[in-house]
Protein backbone atom coordinates (compact mmCIF):
# COMPACT_ATOMS: atom_id res chain seq x y z
CA UNK A 1 0.00 0.00 0.00
CA UNK A 2 1.60 3.60 -0.93
CA UNK A 3 2.71 6.10 1.99
CA UNK A 4 0.47 8.75 2.21
CA UNK A 5 2.49 12.02 1.42
CA UNK A 6 2.34 15.51 1.96
CA UNK A 7 4.03 18.44 -0.06
CA UNK A 8 5.95 21.11 1.65
CA UNK A 9 6.52 25.24 0.53
CA UNK A 10 9.65 23.53 -0.26
CA UNK A 11 8.03 21.55 -2.85
CA UNK A 12 9.12 18.42 -0.83
CA UNK A 13 7.25 15.43 -0.12
CA UNK A 14 7.08 14.06 3.61
CA UNK A 15 5.58 10.77 4.77
CA UNK A 16 2.31 11.87 6.67
CA UNK A 17 3.37 10.73 9.98
CA UNK A 18 5.49 13.36 10.04
CA UNK A 19 2.86 16.11 9.72
CA UNK A 20 2.97 15.74 13.75
CA UNK A 21 6.76 16.36 13.95
CA UNK A 22 6.72 19.82 11.81
CA UNK A 23 3.62 20.68 13.65
CA UNK A 24 5.35 20.77 16.78
CA UNK A 25 8.61 22.73 15.70
CA UNK A 26 6.48 24.90 13.93
CA UNK A 27 4.86 26.36 17.28
CA UNK A 28 8.24 26.13 19.03
CA UNK A 29 9.63 28.48 16.15
CA UNK A 30 6.66 30.87 16.89
CA UNK A 31 7.06 30.88 20.75
CA UNK A 32 10.52 31.23 20.34
CA UNK A 33 10.35 34.31 17.88
CA UNK A 34 7.84 35.55 20.31
CA UNK A 35 10.15 35.87 22.91
CA UNK A 36 13.25 37.07 20.85
CA UNK A 37 10.25 39.73 19.73
CA UNK A 38 9.88 40.56 23.60
CA UNK A 39 13.00 40.89 24.90
CA UNK A 40 14.38 43.21 21.60
CA UNK A 41 11.19 45.06 22.47
CA UNK A 42 12.44 45.44 26.56
CA UNK A 43 16.32 46.01 25.70
CA UNK A 44 14.72 49.27 22.95
CA UNK A 45 12.24 50.51 25.36
CA UNK A 46 14.83 50.41 28.18
CA UNK A 47 16.83 52.39 25.61
CA UNK A 48 14.17 55.33 24.77
CA UNK A 49 14.18 54.37 21.28
CA UNK A 50 10.95 53.69 19.20
CA UNK A 51 11.36 50.64 16.92
CA UNK A 52 8.75 49.03 15.04
CA UNK A 53 8.96 45.34 13.91
CA UNK A 54 9.37 45.41 10.31
CA UNK A 55 7.08 42.59 8.11
CA UNK A 56 7.21 41.45 4.64
CA UNK A 57 5.76 43.33 2.01
CA UNK A 58 4.97 40.14 -0.45
CA UNK A 59 2.07 37.85 1.52
CA UNK A 60 3.31 34.41 1.21
CA UNK A 61 0.73 30.92 3.00
CA UNK A 62 2.90 28.62 4.99
CA UNK A 63 1.71 25.30 3.81
CA UNK A 64 4.68 23.67 4.46
CA UNK A 65 4.63 23.72 8.21
CA UNK A 66 1.22 25.16 8.94
CA UNK A 67 -1.43 21.94 8.65
CA UNK A 68 -4.26 21.90 10.82
CA UNK A 69 -6.27 18.71 10.26
CA UNK A 70 -9.80 19.43 11.17
CA UNK A 71 -11.44 16.06 11.91
CA UNK A 72 -7.73 15.06 13.60
CA UNK A 73 -7.93 11.17 11.60
CA UNK A 74 -5.65 11.17 9.10
CA UNK A 75 -7.47 9.03 7.05
CA UNK A 76 -9.73 12.02 6.30
CA UNK A 77 -7.00 14.10 4.12
CA UNK A 78 -7.14 13.90 0.68
CA UNK A 79 -3.70 12.79 -1.04
CA UNK A 80 -5.60 13.36 -4.55
CA UNK A 81 -4.31 16.55 -6.87
CA UNK A 82 -6.48 18.94 -5.04
CA UNK A 83 -3.71 19.14 -2.42
CA UNK A 84 -1.50 21.15 -5.16
CA UNK A 85 -1.84 24.98 -4.58
CA UNK A 86 -0.46 28.11 -6.68
CA UNK A 87 0.57 31.88 -5.20
CA UNK A 88 -2.74 32.59 -2.96
CA UNK A 89 -5.60 29.91 -3.73
CA UNK A 90 -6.85 28.74 -1.21
CA UNK A 91 -6.46 24.22 -0.46
CA UNK A 92 -9.17 22.60 -1.86
CA UNK A 93 -8.54 19.41 0.07
CA UNK A 94 -10.96 17.36 1.81
CA UNK A 95 -10.57 18.65 5.90
CA UNK A 96 -7.17 20.67 5.45
CA UNK A 97 -6.92 24.04 5.50
CA UNK A 98 -4.00 26.66 6.41
CA UNK A 99 -2.91 28.93 9.30
CA UNK A 100 -3.92 32.39 8.57
CA UNK A 101 -1.13 34.45 6.57
CA UNK A 102 -0.33 37.65 7.75
CA UNK A 103 2.26 39.96 6.73
CA UNK A 104 5.67 37.99 7.63
CA UNK A 105 7.47 38.81 10.90
CA UNK A 106 10.93 40.06 9.67
CA UNK A 107 13.82 38.10 9.75
CA UNK A 108 16.99 38.87 11.39
CA UNK A 109 18.73 39.73 7.65
CA UNK A 110 15.91 42.06 7.11
CA UNK A 111 16.09 43.96 10.39
CA UNK A 112 19.90 44.22 10.25
CA UNK A 113 19.36 45.95 6.59
CA UNK A 114 16.43 48.20 8.33
CA UNK A 115 18.70 49.24 11.06
CA UNK A 116 22.03 50.01 8.61
CA UNK A 117 20.08 52.28 6.53
CA UNK A 118 18.74 54.34 9.53
CA UNK A 119 22.49 54.54 10.52
CA UNK A 120 23.43 55.53 6.84
CA UNK A 121 21.34 58.67 6.29
CA UNK A 122 22.91 61.22 8.79
CA UNK A 123 26.41 59.69 7.55
CA UNK A 124 25.99 60.88 4.37
CA UNK A 125 26.27 64.42 5.37
CA UNK A 126 29.54 65.95 5.01
CA UNK A 127 32.32 64.89 7.22
CA UNK A 128 32.68 67.42 9.72
CA UNK A 129 29.44 68.38 9.63
CA UNK A 130 26.67 67.32 12.49
CA UNK A 131 23.35 66.61 13.10
CA UNK A 132 22.14 69.46 15.19
CA UNK A 133 18.01 69.15 15.27
CA UNK A 134 15.75 66.59 15.10
CA UNK A 135 12.50 67.04 13.39
CA UNK A 136 9.58 64.44 14.41
CA UNK A 137 6.23 64.81 12.10
CA UNK A 138 3.58 62.60 12.46
CA UNK A 139 1.22 62.51 9.07
CA UNK A 140 -2.48 61.04 9.13
CA UNK A 141 -4.47 59.98 5.45
CA UNK A 142 -8.03 59.32 5.27
CA UNK A 143 -9.65 58.43 1.96
CA UNK A 144 -12.87 60.48 1.78
CA UNK A 145 -13.37 59.24 -2.16
CA UNK A 146 -10.99 57.59 -5.09
CA UNK A 147 -10.12 60.38 -6.13
CA UNK A 148 -10.07 62.62 -2.66
CA UNK A 149 -8.09 61.81 0.94
CA UNK A 150 -8.22 64.20 4.21
CA UNK A 151 -4.94 65.03 6.25
CA UNK A 152 -3.88 65.85 9.64
CA UNK A 153 -0.16 66.87 10.19
CA UNK A 154 1.69 67.14 13.20
CA UNK A 155 5.37 68.36 13.41
CA UNK A 156 7.88 70.23 14.82
CA UNK A 157 9.53 72.50 11.71
CA UNK A 158 12.38 75.19 11.43
CA UNK A 159 10.96 78.76 9.93
CA UNK A 160 12.91 81.39 8.19
CA UNK A 161 15.54 81.59 10.87
CA UNK A 162 13.12 80.62 13.52
CA UNK A 163 13.94 78.21 15.97
CA UNK A 164 12.28 75.03 15.60
CA UNK A 165 8.50 75.24 16.45
CA UNK A 166 5.44 73.44 16.47
CA UNK A 167 3.11 73.39 13.37
CA UNK A 168 -0.15 71.10 13.08
CA UNK A 169 -3.73 71.33 10.85
CA UNK A 170 -5.46 69.56 8.57
CA UNK A 171 -5.63 69.44 4.68
CA UNK A 172 -7.57 68.38 1.75
CA UNK A 173 -6.23 66.48 -1.07
CA UNK A 174 -7.42 66.24 -4.91
CA UNK A 175 -6.02 64.19 -7.78
CA UNK A 176 -6.77 62.58 -10.98
CA UNK A 177 -6.97 59.11 -11.96
CA UNK A 178 -3.27 56.96 -11.48
CA UNK A 179 -0.85 56.55 -14.13
CA UNK A 180 -0.11 52.75 -15.42
CA UNK A 181 3.75 53.64 -15.31
CA UNK A 182 3.89 55.58 -11.94
CA UNK A 183 1.21 52.75 -10.25
CA UNK A 184 4.23 50.50 -11.09
CA UNK A 185 7.06 52.45 -9.51
CA UNK A 186 5.11 53.29 -6.40
CA UNK A 187 3.54 49.64 -6.05
CA UNK A 188 4.84 48.98 -2.69
CA UNK A 189 4.28 52.38 -1.35
CA UNK A 190 1.45 53.01 0.53
CA UNK A 191 0.77 56.85 -0.43
CA UNK A 192 -1.81 56.41 -3.19
CA UNK A 193 -0.55 60.10 -4.13
CA UNK A 194 1.88 58.43 -5.71
CA UNK A 195 0.54 56.97 -8.95
CA UNK A 196 -1.09 60.22 -9.94
CA UNK A 197 -0.56 62.93 -12.02
CA UNK A 198 -1.20 65.94 -10.39
CA UNK A 199 -2.08 66.70 -7.16
CA UNK A 200 -3.83 69.39 -5.55
CA UNK A 201 -4.19 70.02 -1.87
CA UNK A 202 -5.15 73.08 0.40
CA UNK A 203 -4.93 73.18 3.83
CA UNK A 204 -4.43 75.33 7.26
CA UNK A 205 -1.25 75.34 9.57
CA UNK A 206 -1.19 76.89 13.14
CA UNK A 207 2.09 77.70 14.82
CA UNK A 208 2.68 78.30 18.20
CA UNK A 209 5.01 80.33 19.43
CA UNK A 210 7.50 78.49 22.16
CA UNK A 211 8.06 81.93 24.43
CA UNK A 212 4.25 83.53 24.34
CA UNK A 213 5.08 85.52 21.01
CA UNK A 214 1.77 85.45 18.69
CA UNK A 215 1.04 82.61 16.96
CA UNK A 216 1.00 82.23 13.33
CA UNK A 217 -1.73 80.81 11.04
CA UNK A 218 -1.03 80.17 7.48
CA UNK A 219 -3.13 79.17 4.57
CA UNK A 220 -1.33 76.27 1.92
CA UNK A 221 -2.10 75.77 -1.30
CA UNK A 222 0.22 73.28 -2.95
CA UNK A 223 -0.06 71.30 -6.75
CA UNK A 224 2.20 68.70 -7.09
CA UNK A 225 3.20 67.16 -10.94
CA UNK A 226 4.73 63.68 -10.59
CA UNK A 227 6.24 61.51 -14.07
CA UNK A 228 8.21 58.79 -14.94
CA UNK A 229 11.66 59.58 -15.04
CA UNK A 230 12.96 55.94 -15.95
CA UNK A 231 11.24 52.32 -15.52
CA UNK A 232 12.28 52.32 -12.18
CA UNK A 233 12.14 56.14 -11.19
CA UNK A 234 9.75 58.85 -10.39
CA UNK A 235 10.54 62.43 -10.35
CA UNK A 236 7.79 65.05 -8.45
CA UNK A 237 7.91 68.72 -8.78
CA UNK A 238 5.96 70.34 -5.81
CA UNK A 239 4.82 74.05 -5.73
CA UNK A 240 3.19 75.05 -2.62
CA UNK A 241 2.72 78.56 -1.48
CA UNK A 242 2.66 79.66 2.69
CA UNK A 243 0.65 82.50 3.29
CA UNK A 244 0.95 83.53 6.67
CA UNK A 245 -1.25 86.12 9.23
CA UNK A 246 0.38 86.99 12.41
CA UNK A 247 0.06 89.65 14.42
CA UNK A 248 -2.22 91.11 11.44
CA UNK A 249 0.78 91.07 9.10
CA UNK A 250 0.64 89.84 6.04
CA UNK A 251 3.55 87.43 4.66
CA UNK A 252 4.32 84.97 2.16
CA UNK A 253 6.64 82.35 0.62
CA UNK A 254 6.86 80.42 -2.31
CA UNK A 255 8.51 76.64 -2.09
CA UNK A 256 9.29 74.55 -5.12
CA UNK A 257 10.71 70.98 -4.05
CA UNK A 258 12.31 68.47 -6.92
CA UNK A 259 12.31 64.88 -5.90
CA UNK A 260 13.25 61.76 -7.51
CA UNK A 261 12.45 58.43 -5.91
CA UNK A 262 12.50 54.95 -6.84
CA UNK A 263 11.95 51.23 -4.92
CA UNK A 264 14.90 48.86 -4.14
CA UNK A 265 14.56 45.49 -3.32
CA UNK A 266 16.35 43.35 -0.60
CA UNK A 267 15.59 39.74 -0.90
CA UNK A 268 11.69 40.09 -0.29
CA UNK A 269 11.34 43.20 1.51
CA UNK A 270 11.31 46.81 -0.18
CA UNK A 271 11.60 50.42 0.34
CA UNK A 272 12.14 53.56 -1.57
CA UNK A 273 15.63 55.76 -1.27
CA UNK A 274 14.91 59.37 -2.31
CA UNK A 275 16.92 62.78 -2.96
CA UNK A 276 15.34 66.01 -3.23
CA UNK A 277 16.19 69.55 -3.28
CA UNK A 278 14.25 72.81 -2.61
CA UNK A 279 14.40 76.27 -2.94
CA UNK A 280 12.39 79.32 -0.82
CA UNK A 281 11.51 82.71 -1.64
CA UNK A 282 10.75 84.40 1.10
CA UNK A 283 8.75 88.12 0.59
CA UNK A 284 10.27 89.85 4.06
CA UNK A 285 13.43 89.54 2.01
CA UNK A 286 12.54 89.75 -1.45
CA UNK A 287 14.55 86.87 -2.45
CA UNK A 288 15.34 83.19 -2.31
CA UNK A 289 16.17 83.03 1.15
CA UNK A 290 17.13 79.19 1.75
CA UNK A 291 17.57 75.81 0.12
CA UNK A 292 17.33 72.75 1.84
CA UNK A 293 18.72 68.96 -0.05
CA UNK A 294 16.94 66.31 1.82
CA UNK A 295 18.30 62.36 1.61
CA UNK A 296 16.21 59.79 3.18
CA UNK A 297 14.36 55.92 2.68
CA UNK A 298 10.69 54.75 2.91
CA UNK A 299 10.19 51.61 5.10
CA UNK A 300 6.83 50.03 5.28
CA UNK A 301 6.09 48.48 8.79
CA UNK A 302 2.78 47.20 8.73
CA UNK A 303 -0.13 47.15 6.51
CA UNK A 304 -1.28 50.71 6.90
CA UNK A 305 1.87 52.60 8.86
CA UNK A 306 4.97 53.64 7.14
CA UNK A 307 8.54 55.42 8.66
CA UNK A 308 10.18 58.19 6.81
CA UNK A 309 13.89 59.14 7.98
CA UNK A 310 15.84 61.71 6.34
CA UNK A 311 18.51 63.82 6.28
CA UNK A 312 18.20 67.62 5.98
CA UNK A 313 20.96 70.27 5.21
CA UNK A 314 19.79 73.91 4.85
CA UNK A 315 21.41 76.89 3.93
CA UNK A 316 19.83 80.09 5.56
CA UNK A 317 20.95 83.38 3.16
CA UNK A 318 17.91 85.57 4.23
CA UNK A 319 20.67 87.24 6.97
CA UNK A 320 24.36 87.40 7.28
CA UNK A 321 25.68 86.57 8.06
CA UNK A 322 24.30 82.88 6.15
CA UNK A 323 23.57 79.70 8.85
CA UNK A 324 23.62 76.50 7.86
CA UNK A 325 22.30 73.60 9.49
CA UNK A 326 22.66 69.99 9.45
CA UNK A 327 18.85 68.12 10.61
CA UNK A 328 17.55 64.38 10.87
CA UNK A 329 14.15 64.25 10.76
CA UNK A 330 11.63 60.66 10.80
CA UNK A 331 8.38 61.25 9.34
CA UNK A 332 5.71 58.54 10.51
CA UNK A 333 2.60 58.58 8.05
CA UNK A 334 -0.63 56.55 9.12
CA UNK A 335 -2.74 55.39 6.34
CA UNK A 336 -6.46 54.60 7.39
Not at 178 to 206: N, S
Amino acid sequence: MPRLTIRSSENRLYPAHRVGVRLRAERTRKLLFAFQAAATFHVISNARLLVFPVGRLRQRPNYGCGYALASGAMNDFDPGPKRHIVGRQQIQGAGVKPFASAIHPPCRKQRIYIVVALALIPACSPALAQTNQFLPEIDLYSRMRDNMRFEFQAKQTREANVPVQAELGPSIELYVHPLAHLADIARFDLDDAKARVLVLAGGYRYLPEANGAPATNRIEPVATVQFPFTRRLALSDRNRFDLDWKSHEFTWRYRNKFQIEGPVKVRSYHFSPFASAELFYQSSYGKVSDTAIYAGCIFRIRKHVQLEPYYEHQNETGKKPNNQLDQFGIILNLFL
